[in-house]
């Protein structure tokens, strides 16, 4: 679709493509995700869980037996080096770039993972609330201090 790897995609352009068509879905998948985190019940067969609803997780999506999606979610709150490494190395052992909520598309990287998750609005609410809120607060009266 863009030729090379982006650094961004779009929401849009993210929701009009089945990203993982014509792949093979790795058969240590699975396997490598139960080794960071503990499996977690599902609501639905397709979708196989990993971590605490409330915490660090990892969400795999099935369709006709291959993968659809993977969404992971880090809790900053309690900011787990080993878990990123870990995510990063599946990433690394598959060939896979990892792609932000905000639509960033990152090599597997500590530094970069690192920087992106310190420069979200979740980190920076838990790293000074305060802070944070007054920032958001002046921001919706239109000063200059803006948390996004």
Request: aromatic fraction near 10%.
């Amino acid at each position: 679709m863009y030729g090379a790897v982006p650094l961004r995609i779009s929401r849009s352009d993210f929701d009009s493509r089945s990203w993982w068509d014509g792949t093979t879905t790795p058969t240590s998948i699975e396997a490598d995700i139960a080794n960071l985190l503990p499996l977690l019940e599902s609501w639905s067969k397709d979708l196989h869980r990993w971590g605490q609803d409330d915490g660090n997780r990892v969400d795999v999506m099935w369709q006709s037996g291959s993968v659809a999606s993977i969404m992971v979610r880090v809790d900053v709150r309690r900011y787990s080096t080993v878990f990123l490494i870990g995510l990063l190395n599946i990433a690394r052992k598959n060939g896979w770039v990892l792609r932000t909520f905000d639509g960033s598309v990152l090599r597997p990287s500590l530094t970069a993972l690192a920087e992106v998750i310190r420069q979200s609005k979740a980190f920076r609410f838990v790293d000074d609330p305060h802070a944070f809120l007054t920032a958001l607060a002046d921001a919706a009266r239109g000063e200059t201090n803006n948390p996004t």
